[in-house]
């Protein structure tokens, strides 16, 4: 079927599969933001958009009197930007597919766009493709390749003076962003489209039903390619592809239509900073427990890192990465390709997660039991019920309660005073 440029239409397109099963993304905000490094990626808004006082200083403190935002392009060097490696890390990460920021809302792009002379990575800065870099190393590592891309940019004259007009003019629109997402779409063959910025103006502004009926119609990824919500103001939550609703966006009950979940290793920023400390790095069991809960409720984890100015992925985002990497080695059969179960966490408790593929069951306990006993009260077992408990050989014990589930009986746990990693997930066979 044609899709016509209306919601009605775009909104009916099935969403290719892939995405569903693929479950957990990296996403990654690097630009020229990455190189005064400090506070977020929203650094020229905070500094010159809203005259923020500790921005003002900080540029004071660090840069020449008279440095303008654009003085950071060339800084923006990626001597040490290695793809082969960032590709081998997210796939050791566990993630099927990565989103890289093509362009944020400073505007600058991080490929040679026709229509962004000279603020562009191949013009200055790095003189380098980086989204043609990335999506190759990402093709040869089998990962899906997604890009961010921002409709707005803070200080574009074209951008403002459409503002100006209070929408009623699109000549930003005519001029940069649709050549630019066309050119990207044409040149790079995305698997997904994040599209963000939006929240100005209206779809209509914005040209997306457009543009979005062209990208399933006729374009060279028409049959594969994603897009989130993020269309114009209004569009989030209801429509375009999967819904990301809102950063970090978490539903306390199972939504009806396929979302994701955007959440960042630095708890206070997406892109690098140089002033990051530790304990505002989600640790290992904050990250397990969002992408446990993410999926049970059926999203998708798209878990951010900022590489710095350089292209360095700092050690501590490597290592947790890793750690992900590690725990989905143990337990993605539970993760990939797995659907909502009838229920999605223990009424009792919020520590008991649960996945399903087909017949088989998946509980995800995020605390050892003390006892090395679990109780379930949600399956209702049957005699030829079988429970394995994932990276563990053999079978488990388990008896039935009635009317209360099933009481299993976990290997024995070497006593440790350090508390045991987190998350462990069982597979019950033969229950309902």
């Known amino acids: 079927p044609r899709y016509r440029p209306d919601w009605a239409s775009l909104d009916a397109r099935p969403l290719p599969a892939w995405f569903d099963q693929a479950k957990v993304g990296v996403f990654v905000h690097w630009g020229v933001f990455s190189v005064p490094a400090w506070g977020s990626e929203w650094f020229w808004w905070h500094w010159q958009g809203q005259h923020d006082a500790a921005y003002e200083r900080f540029v004071r403190r660090r840069f020449p009197p008279g440095t303008t935002y654009a003085d950071f392009a060339p800084r923006f060097t990626a001597h040490d930007f290695q793809p082969r490696q960032w590709a081998q890390l997210f796939q050791r990460a566990g993630a099927r597919y990565v989103v890289l920021t093509a362009k944020h809302h400073e505007g600058f792009t991080n490929w040679g766009s026709p229509v962004s002379w000279n603020w562009n990575s191949v013009d200055t ?22 890009l961010y891309h921002s409709l707005m940019e803070w200080f574009n004259p074209l951008y403002l003076a459409d503002k100006q007009s209070d929408f009623k003019t699109q000549s930003f629109v005519l001029k940069k962003t649709m050549p630019e997402l066309y050119d990207l779409v044409l040149k790079y063959k995305p698997d997904l489209i994040w599209s963000d910025g939006d929240w100005e103006a209206p779809d209509s502004y914005w040209n997306s039903t457009s543009f979005l009926a062209w990208l399933y119609n006729d374009s060279p990824v028409k049959d594969t390619v994603v897009v989130n919500d993020r269309w114009g103001r209004g569009c989030s939550c209801h429509h375009g592809g999967f819904y990301n609703c809102a950063d970090k966006y978490r539903p306390g009950t199972l939504p009806d239509h396929k979302w994701e979940m955007c959440s960042s290793l630095d708890r206070l920023s997406w892109g690098y900073r140089s002033n990051m400390s530790l304990a505002e790095v989600m640790d290992e069991m904050s990250m397990i427990e969002e992408l446990v809960q993410t999926v049970s409720l059926g999203g998708n984890y798209l878990l951010n890192v900022g590489p710095t100015k350089e292209g360095v992925i700092v050690p501590i985002f490597q290592e947790r990465l890793l750690a ?49 006993v679990l109780h379930l009260s949600s399956p209702i077992p049957s005699p030829g019920t079988q429970v394995t408990l994932l990276g563990f050989g053999g079978t488990l014990e388990w008896q039935e309660q009635p009317g209360k589930g099933m009481l299993i009986t976990l290997p024995y746990m070497l006593p440790s005073p350090l508390p045991p990693q987190s998350g462990w997930a069982v597979k019950l066979e033969g229950v309902k």
């Open 324 to 372: 992900l990497g590690r725990w989905l080695d143990t337990n993605g059969e539970a993760i990939y390709e797995s659907q909502p179960w009838r229920v999605q966490m223990e009424n009792t408790t919020d520590t008991v997660w649960y996945t399903s593929k087909g017949p088989v069951v998946f509980a995800i306990f995020l605390l050892w039991p003390l006892d090395s």
């Open 125 to 146: 800065g790095p003189h380098r493709d980086l989204v043609g870099e990335l999506g190759e190393a990402l093709r040869e590592s089998n990962l899906r390749y997604g």
